[in-house]
């Protein structure tokens, strides 16, 4: 059984810094792509950045020069380090893996204070 686990999120003051985990088990994490999405209140889950098994990255503009997306397939967890938050951040992270039956994390919270 797959499962993805986010940790990491919080409240912070805008221009904090946060980093969020997902570990996952039950799947060949190498072999595949890992992004993090996010969702605030009465807006579309959005795709904020992805990495490729090969380790190549892509970001959704609003977040491009602040966010770092990494991976460790040692540990099979993927990593989003946010920096330079502002409160349009403020949304539910979840993180998901792109295999054709992919899976859903259970989401973690962020939360920027003005």
């Known amino acids: 059984q797959v499962q993805l686990v986010e940790s990491g999120g919080g409240l912070v003051q805008a221009g904090g810094s946060l980093r969020l985990s997902c570990a996952a088990s039950?799947?060949?994490?190498?072999?595949?792509?890992m992004g993090w999405y996010r969702q605030a209140p009465g807006k579309q889950r959005e795709l904020v950045a992805i990495?490729?098994?090969?380790?190549?990255?892509n970001y959704a503009d609003s977040v491009k020069g602040r966010f770092t997306i990494s991976r460790d397939n040692a540990k099979n967890t993927v990593y989003l380090q946010m920096n330079s938050l502002e409160p349009e951040d403020t949304a539910v992270y979840y993180c998901?893996?792109?295999?054709?039956?992919?899976?859903w994390g259970q989401g973690t919270q962020v939360t920027v204070s003005s």
């Open positions: 998901h893996d792109f295999r054709e039956a992919g899976t």
């Open positions: 039950g799947i060949t994490f190498s072999l595949y792509a």
């Open positions: 990495i490729y098994s090969s380790g190549s990255t």
